[in-house]
Every structure is written in C-alpha cells, then in structure tokens.
C-alpha cells in the first residue's frame, strides 16, 4: 500500500450525492422533507443510527467518475489500475456508513477501490489509505510479497500485518500483478515502461527505486 493522498471534492458533488443522501435519510426516519422530483423513501427507523446498512440509498455511486478520474483508477488498497471494461470499481466508506450515518455521503470519506478488496474488507478496522505512511510497507522482490516495514513498533507491525492478510494482498492474483508490472520493466527498461508501472503500479515502482531495482535505458 502507498500513502493516499485526499482528492479535493469535485464540483457537483454536494447536489448529486450529499443534498438528496441526507434528504433520502431525512424520510426514512419520518423527518419533513421538502422535495421536488425523485424516489420518494419509506420511513425505516426511528433513528439515523438504526437504519441497516443495506438500506442507505447508494447515491456515492453518482460520485464514482468524478473518484476514477481522481485517483488516477487506482484501487486505494492493492495500488493496481482499475482497467476499463475488465476491471470493477467502487466506492468504499473508510468509516462504515452503520458506524456513522453522517459521512455516508461525504467525498472524504469515499476511497476508490475494485469490487474484490471492497467486498474483503467490509467494516473490518484495517489501516486507511489516506493514513498510510510511505514507511510502513515494503515489497520483497524473491516472491513479490507485501510485508510490514523492519523497524516498525510491535502496534504498528501488527494492524500493517492485519490489512495485509485481511485483503488478501499476497494472494497468487496479486503476487502475479507485481511481478507482471516489475518483469515488464526489467525486460524492456525503457523511460515508457517506467511511466506505465509507475502511473499502474506505483507501489511497485516505489519499492523498486528505493531498493535500486530501477532499470535505466539499455
């Protein structure tokens, strides 16, 4: 994982995704609301805190171009592009939106990821991207897998350690990413092969100029 840097809320946002998401969760707890057009919600709870996960109305998916475009595609949590057509992107609530009703529709609280670590990680208390430091993972080049950084303190060793296994990120598919990415640029060690892993991968490609594994122009 590498450090998460907070895309500023893009224009639109507040209309498409915050207004109507509170407005929805107003009526299902029976608050007045005032509405001119859209879905009308059935009141669902006494409460905001109450309502089930599964009955928020999914307007963050209005805010998944805007999220796509950027975080460059990139899944928050494995670092991989989300390819077009093949790949399958989503909105994650870094804080669950049962865990708090009032950043369910909130941008700071979106992370872009693909659908397979967004249905792994559910509301488990893994590291945020956003508080990730560059120094707590490293990429070990025998079997490319993600590990906890030497030095870090026994706490830290072991929530880095917990997201790792949580998400899975040293499965094979992952492992066989990485490695695709790396070989690519050892084989051609082209300036154009060193922008592609670094705009596709770029926590390989970190590892890789950190640990003077980057490969110049033959």
Sequence with gaps: MIRLSLAQEPAGFDELVR??????LDEMVGNPV???AGKKFKVVA???QDIKGTDFPAYWTEALPDLLKCYGRLCAYTGFYIHKVTGSPSVDHSVAKTKDWRLAYEWTNYRLICSLMNSRKGVKNLLDPIAV???WFELEFVGFQVVPRPGLDGPLVAI???TIDELGLNERACIEVRTEYAEEHWEDQTNKSWDRISKRCPFVAREMDRQGRKQGPL
């Design 19 to 24: 207004k109507p998401g509170l407005r929805a």
């Design 34 to 36: 005032i509405r001119t």
């Design 46 to 48: 006494a409460r905001k």
């Design 133 to 135: 430091q560059d120094e």
């Design 160 to 162: 880095v350690q917990f």
